[in-house]
């Protein structure tokens, strides 16, 4: 039987050392290891989380530098298309306006000739009525000579006549 | 198991010692009238609490450490000696007698002034075998937390050493396997230093038990009145953070027919009944556990014994199968060990968890 039966003395000092060492043993070690066991897996914790995010910044970081790229890319191939674009247009533009002034140049050489053209027959007119002018005083001072004579100063004078 | 190196040396010595063992060896325990080797007695001896810390029979006498013996009684206030004065029970020391045989065997009992024992025992709060064993323990908890805690402040967040290396598994074992499931995230962490507490005391005296070398070899957990107490602190713990479902869960039972309440409280009666029960079965559970394997461990030693009485020879034979099988009870009970202390701590973690739970007690049963 007294190995089922409870121990005064036994209790009484099982009581005291163990509460007594369970307060101090809470107090400086449980605790604190508690704690920092809890502070060490949180921060490890935070530092893959921090890590992933990491990897996941960098990740993205490429990706968009990609994205840049592309965008350079196509903003190069635009500004080339502009380019050509208005290089042609220059050039047609060119083209165009040293047509219109060539064929103003034409014009206008075509209006001088015209003009001298006209000047010069004015002048030819004149010369021709100052000549029949001239012939036919001629003729009026020798009409009563001679018929012959006549129709001959005609032909001289008609041979002297030329067409400027 | 524990003296083991004691029972060795003894078997050793036991034949050439036969003779003088009888004449020599005055201590009642060990048969003084019969030179039959009591079993019993000597098992009894072994896990029982005592004034004396045995360390070696020597040539049938006992070498023991003896210890300091505190009493008191209304008849001669506090007396404190040393237990030596008893001189294993060859003198009375003033008016107190160690008893060997009897009812009171292994007590201290008080004599009257006309040499009779008196009726009523003297309050006996001797420094006994298994004090200093719970003291050592605890010095020994003391030393290796505090310095394990030390540690963990002096390299803050790094990685452990040492100690820690060897006590971080056992400490985050209890805290994600033990106390996180039962108790639940969000009060785990108020019980905890208390389960670490239970599992590092039960399992270090359950090894310390193992030791058959003082100062190892006291039959600590194997002792009624330490897993009393520890389960009697369970027992408080689960009952003053109990909260109001728990105790609504007791009085009015969910899921019962009315008339197991009403008017004979047969279902209150058998919850409150399981309140104690509780308890109770961690307090046996260790109790049984630890003492039943001392119990074989040393009965398969009283075997060489028993045959030695018989035939030497055979004695001979049969140590070899006895040590076997006391290497291999040795190893079971490192096994218990762990597990016991495993189990003590994970079921005061359900106890308490199932305590402080809210509204699930309700919808379970």
Same mark, same amino acid.
């Given at each position: 039987?007294?190995?089922?039966?409870?121990?005064?003395?036994?209790?009484?000092?099982?009581?005291?050392?163990?509460?007594?060492?369970?307060?101090?043993?809470?107090?400086?070690?449980?605790?604190?290891?508690?704690?920092?066991?809890?502070?060490?897996?949180?921060?490890?914790?935070?530092?893959?989380?921090?890590?992933?995010?990491?990897?996941?910044?960098?990740?993205?970081?490429?990706?968009?530098?990609?994205?840049?790229?592309?965008?350079?890319?196509?903003?190069?191939?635009?500004?080339?298309?502009?380019?050509?674009?208005?290089?042609?247009?220059?050039?047609?533009?060119?083209?165009?306006?040293?047509?219109?002034?060539?064929?103003?140049?034409?014009?206008?050489?075509?209006?001088?000739?015209?003009?001298?053209?006209?000047?010069?027959?004015?002048?030819?007119?004149?010369?021709?009525?100052?000549?029949?002018?001239?012939?036919?005083?001629?003729?009026?001072?020798?009409?009563?000579?001679?018929?012959?004579?006549?129709?001959?100063?005609?032909?001289?004078?008609?041979?002297?006549?030329?067409?400027? | 198991?524990?003296?083991?190196?004691?029972?060795?040396?003894?078997?050793?010595?036991?034949?050439?010692?036969?003779?003088?063992?009888?004449?020599?060896?005055?201590?009642?325990?060990?048969?003084?009238?019969?030179?039959?080797?009591?079993?019993?007695?000597?098992?009894?001896?072994?896990?029982?609490?005592?004034?004396?810390?045995?360390?070696?029979?020597?040539?049938?006498?006992?070498?023991?450490?003896?210890?300091?013996?505190?009493?008191?009684?209304?008849?001669?206030?506090?007396?404190?000696?040393?237990?030596?004065?008893?001189?294993?029970?060859?003198?009375?020391?003033?008016?107190?007698?160690?008893?060997?045989?009897?009812?009171?065997?292994?007590?201290?009992?008080?004599?009257?002034?006309?040499?009779?024992?008196?009726?009523?025992?003297?309050?006996?709060?001797?420094?006994?075998?298994?004090?200093?064993?719970?003291?050592?323990?605890?010095?020994?908890?003391?030393?290796?937390?505090?310095?394990?805690?030390?540690?963990?402040?002096?390299?803050?967040?790094?990685?452990?050493?040492?100690?820690?290396?060897?006590?971080?598994?056992?400490?985050?074992?209890?805290?994600?396997?033990?106390?996180?499931?039962?108790?639940?995230?969000?009060?785990?962490?108020?019980?905890?230093?208390?389960?670490?507490?239970?599992?590092?005391?039960?399992?270090?005296?359950?090894?310390?038990?193992?030791?058959?070398?003082?100062?190892?070899?006291?039959? +600590?957990?194997?002792?009624?009145?330490? =897993?009393?107490?520890? /389960? #009697?602190?369970?027992? *408080?713990?689960? $009952? &003053?953070? !109990? %909260?109001?479902?728990?105790?609504?869960?007791?009085?009015?039972?969910?899921?019962?027919?009315?008339?197991?309440?009403?008017?004979?409280?047969?279902?209150?009666? +058998?919850?409150?009944?399981?309140?104690? =029960?509780?308890?109770? /079965? #961690?307090?046996?559970? *260790?109790?049984? $556990? &630890?003492? !039943? %394997?001392?119990?074989?461990?040393?009965?398969?030693?009283?075997?060489?014994?028993?045959?030695?009485?018989?035939?030497?020879?055979?004695?001979?034979?049969?140590? +070899?199968?006895?040590?076997?099988?006391?290497?291999?009870?040795?190893? #079971?009970?490192?096994?218990?060990?762990?597990?016991?202390?495993?189990?003590?701590?994970?079921?005061?973690?359900?106890?308490?968890?199932?305590?402080?739970?809210?509204?699930?007690?309700?919808?379970?049963?």
């Amino acid at each position: 039987m007294e190995l089922v039966t409870p121990g005064i003395g036994l209790l009484f000092w099982m009581a005291i050392s163990f509460t007594i060492v369970f307060l101090i043993l809470k107090k400086f070690a449980w605790k604190p290891i508690i704690n920092a066991l809890k502070d060490r897996e949180d921060s490890i914790t935070e530092a893959l989380n921090s890590a992933q995010k990491a990897r996941k910044d960098v990740e993205g970081l490429k990706a968009d530098n990609e994205k840049i790229i592309a965008e350079a890319r196509r903003e190069k191939d635009l500004i080339l298309k502009e380019a050509r674009d208005i290089k042609e247009k220059i050039v047609a533009e060119a083209k165009t306006q040293a047509n219109a002034e060539t064929q103003k140049s034409i014009e206008t050489a075509r209006l001088i000739i015209q003009n001298e053209k006209t000047a010069a027959i004015n002048e030819i007119k004149q010369q021709v009525a100052e000549l029949s002018v001239s012939i036919a005083e001629k003729v009026l001072q020798k009409e009563l000579k001679d018929k012959k004579e006549q129709e001959a100063l005609v032909d001289n004078l008609l041979k002297d006549v030329k067409l400027q | 198991m524990r003296k083991i190196f004691r029972i060795v040396f003894a078997l050793l010595l036991l034949f050439s010692v036969q003779n003088t063992f009888a004449e020599e060896n005055h201590e009642p325990a060990h048969a003084a009238s019969n030179e039959k080797f009591n079993a019993g007695n000597f098992i009894f001896d072994h896990i029982s609490d005592s004034h004396y810390w045995h360390i070696i029979t020597w040539k049938g006498k006992d070498v023991a450490l003896p210890l300091p013996v505190i009493l008191y009684s209304s008849n001669s206030g506090l007396s404190v000696f040393m237990s030596g004065k008893f001189h294993h029970g060859h003198s009375d020391y003033k008016n107190f007698r160690l008893m060997f045989e009897g009812e009171n065997k292994g007590k201290i009992i008080e004599l009257g002034t006309d040499g009779h024992a008196l009726e009523s025992l003297p309050l006996d709060l001797s420094i006994t075998k298994n004090v200093v064993a719970i003291f050592f323990s605890l010095a020994i908890m003391l030393w290796v937390f505090l310095s394990v805690a030390k540690a963990y402040v002096r390299r803050k967040g790094q990685a452990p050493t040492g100690l820690q290396n060897f006590i971080e598994p056992v400490i985050v074992f209890i805290r994600d396997e033990v106390a996180r499931p039962s108790i639940g995230e969000k009060k785990y962490e108020r019980y905890l230093p208390y389960l670490l507490m239970v599992f590092f005391f039960i399992l270090l005296n359950n090894l310390l038990g193992l030791v058959p070398i003082i100062p190892g070899g006291a039959n +600590v957990t194997g002792n009624i009145t330490i =897993t009393l107490f520890l /389960a #009697l602190c369970t027992f *408080l713990i689960t $009952n &003053i953070s !109990a %909260g109001k479902d728990y105790w609504k869960h007791i009085i009015n039972t969910p899921g019962v027919p009315w008339w197991l309440k009403i008017p004979l409280p047969i279902m209150p009666f +058998v919850e409150f009944l399981g309140v104690l =029960t509780k308890p109770f /079965a #961690l307090m046996i559970r *260790l109790f049984a $556990n &630890i003492t !039943a %394997g001392h119990i074989i461990a040393l009965a398969f030693f009283s075997l060489i014994f028993f045959f030695a009485e018989m035939n030497v020879a055979v004695s001979y034979g049969v140590s +070899v199968v006895t040590l076997a099988f006391t290497i291999f009870m040795t190893c #079971l009970e490192l096994l218990v060990a762990f597990v016991q202390a495993f189990v003590f701590t994970l079921l005061s973690a359900v106890f308490i968890g199932m305590a402080i739970e809210e509204h699930h007690a309700a919808e379970h049963h």
